[in-house]
């Protein structure tokens, strides 16, 4: 049975976001931003969109459309971008042939981890975040997931909620889910949401697979 927000807290969440070696820590003062951005108010400039065509269960693949935020976060993206550019590359540096290997029902879905639990940068092993100014108040925002050292890499997750306070500062919000150029949208990230899953590290029964990814025009 899937977990629900009854058995996994908003305050358990940043933990169960990071492995269990590394588990989250707050962000460090001089990466926080004073200049906030609320995205329920104001989105910013989405300057790139990638694909994940992803296939589980019963269902056929389906297409998920992410729009970057590039002017604000021009290092994460640069990252997530080169991940979703080189699909199925020899050198194993794409997000095609992952999963989304952690799901926390009516919260976040994760994935994203390329050769290891710990992930992989197209960049370097790990690289710093631009900043943590975008908050999570919208349904669909996608954010790097945090290393111990507060390094990021190749992980990342989608927040399926309106709120998620709990991730502000902690972690760097760098997109969005779009909803167009055939995008199944957030319909496929909720389907996702509900899967069953394994304890103590809810990960789902059955494989959630990324089978391709590309870039889209914009």
């Known amino acids: 049975m899937a977990a629900s927000i009854s ?12 492995s269990s070696s590394q588990p989250a820590l707050a962000a460090d003062d001089d990466n926080s931003s004073t200049n906030t951005i609320d995205p329920s108010i ?6 790139n969109k990638v694909y994940l065509d992803i296939k589980f269960g019963q269902y056929k ?5 992410i729009g970057l935020f590039g002017d604000v976060m021009p290092n994460t993206v640069a990252n997530f971008l080169s991940l979703c550019t080189n699909n199925g590359s020899d050198d194993g ?4 042939g992952t999963t989304f290997y952690r799901v926390i029902s009516d919260m976040t879905i994760q994935g994203g981890a390329i050769g290891s639990s710990s992930g992989k940068s197209s960049s370097s092993p790990t ?5 943590y100014s975008i908050r999570h108040t919208k349904a669909g925002l996608v954010s790097a997931v945090r290393n111990k050292d507060g ?19 902690r972690y760097a919000c760098f997109g969005i889910v779009l909803e167009d150029d055939g995008s199944a949208g957030m319909d496929l990230v909720k389907k996702i949401s509900k899967v069953d899953v394994k304890t103590p590290q809810n990960s789902p029964k059955d494989p959630v697979m990324i089978v391709g990814c590309g870039v889209l025009e914009v």
């Open 93 to 96: 540096n794409s997000y095609a």
């Open 61 to 65: 693949t389906k297409r998920l459309v």
């Open 127 to 131: 690289l710093q975040p631009d900043n």
């Open 151 to 169: 390094s990021i890499d190749s992980r990342f997750f989608i927040n399926t909620e309106q709120d998620a306070g709990w991730a502000d500062d």
């Open 7 to 18: 058995t996994v807290t908003a305050a358990s969440a940043g933990t169960l976001l990071s």
């Open 42 to 47: 104001d989105l910013p400039k989405i300057t």
